[in-house]
């Protein structure tokens, strides 16, 4: 198959509910959507943080944007009833694998019934044609062999994070079987790799904490230099949501799958060292990069996808490598930082990405 490409026709006066707008990968995903045209409904909580893309871009953007919390069933219930959405693409989620542990009971409200609640508001709606819930690639039960996980494997987690979405999985896998038994609406569910680009101001992620220590003229410290992950560009991973989302609406035969995963190829898996070294020379950055050798929460050291099925399904593949991947996120914070506005920046690197995609 051909690699399917998003396709900006497509998404030209779309009703897009997006839960998570305000968020890292959510504000790059809203706007490359409204720059195709789409009317993007936003869900979220306000964005946290002194930074953060979402507040750096709002005021260019026409988003319609409801500030409320998922686990608000009764608000929520109300937003979808009144916007009428023709497609939904639910990213909202308390994403951090540290604060999981602090926060457990906050994590599971937020993944697992936060998701329920869309679904069951979603149920009783007539105007959905498709909808998309984005999980994680730290769905399945880890082992640390290295091996890429396939989408049939068995789903698990060591971790609130991870358990909770892998929870997620199997709420939205058996919703869709009952709430939606009598509808024709394709609910389908997204595994991304670890997502990096521009723009992200996060705590406890890499590319963040090496920016931060760049401007704080400190070095950055590791917890697990030697863990393998799936590391890809933020716009890597939108195009697969945004592509499969397409292809949902336009399975007439019912015969898409209904969880993906999205990632690099195989032999792009590095390390958390081997990447921030890179980062580190790319930001000029002398000092080298310290270990944390305090107490931290256990995670997996390996982590790879097989994105083999997305390719076979949607003719989706990543594009961008790995060395292209880090240019592309460090070419974003060098020009924040000296000054560039940060919507502009990020619309040219979405048009960059199109042009070699198309």
């Not at 940060?342 to 619309?347: D, G, H, Q, Y």
Request: overall charge negative.
């Amino acid at each position: 198959m051909n690699m399917c490409s998003v396709k900006s026709d497509f998404w030209k006066n779309r009703r897009i509910l997006l839960t998570g707008h305000t968020g890292f990968k959510g504000a790059w995903t809203a706007l490359w959507l409204e720059k195709m045209g789409a009317e993007v409904i936003g869900v979220s909580l306000p964005p946290e943080g002194d930074f953060s893309l979402y507040g750096s871009v709002e005021d260019h953007t026409a988003f319609r944007s409801h500030f409320i919390d998922i686990r608000n069933r009764t608000e929520l219930d109300e937003v979808v009833s009144s916007e009428n959405p023709e497609i939904v693409l639910h990213m909202a989620a308390q994403a951090l694998v540290r604060r999981s542990y602090k926060e457990p009971v906050l994590t599971y409200e937020t993944n697992v019934l936060g998701t329920v609640n869309l679904l069951d508001s979603l149920s009783r709606t007539s105007s959905v044609k498709a909808a998309l819930i984005v999980t994680s690639d730290k769905v399945y039960a880890n082992n640390n062999s290295g091996r890429p996980f396939v989408e049939t494997d068995e789903l698990g987690g060591d971790d609130p994070y991870s358990s909770s979405k892998a929870a997620c999985e199997i709420a939205t896998a058996s919703l869709s079987k009952s709430l939606f038994k009598d509808k024709t609406i394709p609910i389908a569910t997204a595994r991304a790799g670890n997502v990096i680009g521009g723009g992200d101001f996060s705590e406890d992620r890499l590319i963040p904490d090496i920016w931060r220590a760049a401007c704080d003229g400190k070095p950055v410290t590791l917890r697990y230099p030697n863990a393998t992950r799936p590391w890809q560009h933020v716009l890597e991973s939108v195009s697969g949501y945004l592509t499969y989302l397409q292809a949902l609406c336009e399975d007439a035969d019912n015969k898409l799958p209904r969880a993906l995963n999205f990632g690099p190829a195989a032999a792009e898996t590095f390390t958390v060292g081997q990447i921030a070294n890179q980062v580190q020379e790319a930001f000029d950055i002398k000092s080298d990069w310290l270990l944390n050798k305090t107490e931290q929460p256990v995670e997996k050291t390996a982590l790879a996808l097989d994105a083999g099925l997305a390719k076979n399904a949607l003719g989706w593949e990543s594009k961008w490598q790995a060395e292209k991947t880090l240019d592309m996120t460090v070419d974003w914070y060098k020009a924040f930082s000296d000054g560039r506005n940060a919507f502009e920046l990020t619309l040219s690197q979405i048009e960059d990405y199109e042009k070699e995609t198309a």
